[in-house]
């Protein structure tokens, strides 16, 4: 199977993949940890690290049996979120899998933005967890740590959104990122949204 770990850090995820793959293809905004990964292995013959944004990015069409990417679509805004998933369709081979999680807004952090993304959703926006008014709402005056804008999913809205580039979505599921993230964050068992789809 050919891999592809998106925004992998040190590749907890690939790691664990590399011995059933055919090939590996690791990247990362940040070079520095790709190394380190690569480093793991004596044998690197079927491993490809790819460091920068992965919108900048560029790989064969069908040259990708699955492409995994964790917690990185809500720094997106509605048109990169277009292009990576016109990208992941186009690199994935017929039947080719995605796997990915991204963060909803019911985090504690976030929680006046709730209300908000519910009324979007409700009015059919598109994209209602999209926000740039990033100090309006986040509490724990984390703003200055991210980036001007986010832009929140949640089961509806991911699944209405992959539906669009012609994948059959599987499964689209929220669940809990206690004990993953610190408890001032966390807010009700729906912190983030997972996926898997399928490219049809």
């Known amino acids: 199977m050919r891999v592809m770990e998106v925004a992998a850090g040190y590749g907890y995820i690939s790691e664990k993949v590399y011995p059933f793959s055919k090939r590996l293809t690791i990247n990362d905004l940040d070079e520095k940890p790709l190394i380190s990964f690569k480093s ?16 900048d990015c560029s790989f064969e069409e069908n040259s990708l049996d699955a492409i995994f990417c964790s917690r990185l679509i809500h720094f997106f805004n509605p048109d990169e979120v277009k292009v990576f998933f016109e990208n992941c369709h186009k690199w994935l081979s017929q039947h080719g899998k995605l796997f990915l999680t991204c963060e909803t807004p019911y985090l504690n952090n976030w929680k006046s ?10 009015n059919g926006i598109k994209f209602p967890g999209y926000v740039t008014q ?20 949640d089961d509806d809205v991911l699944e209405t959104v992959v539906n669009q580039f012609n994948f ?5 599921f929220l669940f809990s990122r206690k004990g993953f993230l610190p408890d001032e964050i966390t807010f009700d068992g729906r912190e983030s949204v997972g996926l898997i789809a399928e490219k049809v």
């Open 40 to 55: 793991k292995f004596s044998d690197t013959s079927k491993l490809c690290i790819v460091s920068g944004n992965i919108l």
């Open 113 to 122: 933005f709730i209300p908000v993304f519910e009324l979007k959703k409700n």
């Open 134 to 153: 990033i100090s309006d709402y986040e509490s724990l005056g984390h703003s200055e740590n991210l980036p001007k804008y986010m832009n929140f999913f």
């Open 168 to 172: 059959k979505v599987d499964e689209c």
